[in-house]
């Protein structure tokens, strides 16, 4: 993504609607990493998993084609890419932040890398599988917006209670502040993520009970026409 348009969203809405996009545009970037974009460039697809020396075996591909919204073709070329860069079949958090920080740089992506890391990690173990990568890639690309909104309040959500409480929020507005805040034009000053964590309770806490629920992140989410461009940037990347 390029940073102008990260630009544009700071100018038009501010940093919740830009932690929504880096959502989607941070998989795009770790698939394009993982040499997944070009998924028809080449015929020369395996017709199953090839295992090598692996010290994580994945799901059946059959499996995996009913639990997410890939077909047979497309969990080929993802676990192709995914082993070459992965080869023991795992990622873990130090790895992500390593990937991250490639993307940016100028900044210190470590606590955004690890927020992240910690969405795609379902099962806690500290890795993130072949499996644990498409399922959140599925629903991020192919799912439907309740699917995608559901997946970015999980994000938010650190503590998994069913609530965005503002010191969680403001965890993930400081971690987006570290890593891209000095090179957004205008640029961020130190208090905006306190600022736009404000603005985000505003907007969404609808009861004024100080915390988030899941029905309230939807629905303001739905009702935001920014946030839903950007929810819909990469219906069609895969």
Same mark, same amino acid.
């Given at each position: 993504?390029?940073?102008?348009?990260?630009?544009? /969203?700071?100018?038009?809405?501010?940093?919740?609607?830009?932690?929504?996009?880096?959502?989607?545009?941070?998989?795009?970037?770790?698939?394009?990493?993982?040499?997944?974009?070009?998924?028809?460039?080449?015929? *020369?697809?395996?017709?199953?998993?090839?295992?090598?020396?692996?010290?994580?075996? #994945?799901?059946?591909?059959?499996?995996?084609?009913?639990?997410?919204?890939?077909?047979?073709?497309?969990?080929? /070329?993802?676990?192709?890419?995914?082993?070459?860069?992965? #080869?023991?079949? /795992? +990622?873990?958090? =130090?790895?992500?932040?390593?990937?991250?920080?490639?993307?940016? #740089?100028?900044?210190?992506?470590?606590?955004?890398?690890?927020?992240?890391?910690?969405?795609?990690?379902?099962?806690?173990?500290?890795? +993130? *599988?072949?499996?644990?990568?498409?399922?959140?890639?599925?629903?991020?690309?192919?799912?439907?917006?309740? @699917?995608?909104?559901?997946?970015?309040?999980?994000?938010?959500?650190?503590?998994? @209670?069913?609530? &965005?409480?503002?010191? =969680?929020?403001?965890? &993930?507005?400081?971690?987006?502040?570290?890593?891209?805040?000095?090179?957004?034009? #205008?640029?961020?000053?130190?208090?905006?993520?306190?600022?736009?964590? =404000?603005?985000?309770?505003?907007?969404? @806490?609808?009861?004024?009970?100080?915390?988030?629920?899941?029905? =309230?992140? &939807?629905? *303001?989410?739905?009702?935001?026409?920014?946030?839903?461009?950007?929810?819909?940037?990469?219906?069609? +990347?895969?």
């Amino acid at each position: 993504m390029h940073l102008l348009l990260f630009r544009e /969203v700071w100018e038009i809405e501010g940093m919740q609607t830009m932690g929504i996009l880096l959502v989607v545009c941070s998989s795009f970037k770790l698939m394009h990493f993982l040499g997944l974009i070009d998924f028809f460039g080449d015929d *020369s697809v395996e017709d199953d998993f090839e295992l090598s020396t692996v010290c994580h075996r #994945p799901e059946g591909l059959d499996k995996l084609q009913e639990q997410t919204k890939f077909t047979k073709k497309e969990l080929q /070329v993802l676990y192709r890419g995914f082993k070459n860069e992965c #080869p023991c079949g /795992v +990622v873990n958090e =130090e790895t992500f932040k390593t990937i991250y920080s490639q993307f940016f #740089p100028q900044g210190d992506s470590g606590a955004y890398a690890h927020f992240l890391f910690e969405a795609f990690d379902t099962n806690k173990n500290g890795s +993130v *599988s072949f499996e644990d990568f498409v399922f959140g890639l599925s629903i991020i690309l192919r799912g439907t917006i309740n @699917d995608r909104l559901n997946w970015a309040f999980n994000l938010y959500d650190q503590n998994k @209670d069913g609530y &965005i409480t503002k010191e =969680e929020m403001m965890d &993930i507005m400081k971690s987006i502040y570290d890593m891209m805040g000095k090179y957004t034009y #205008p640029c961020m000053h130190e208090e905006a993520p306190r600022e736009h964590v =404000e603005s985000f309770f505003q907007k969404m @806490d609808r009861n004024h009970d100080g915390v988030v629920t899941i029905d =309230e992140f &939807i629905e *303001s989410c739905q009702t935001d026409e920014n946030i839903m461009q950007s929810m819909q940037l990469f219906d069609n +990347v895969i």
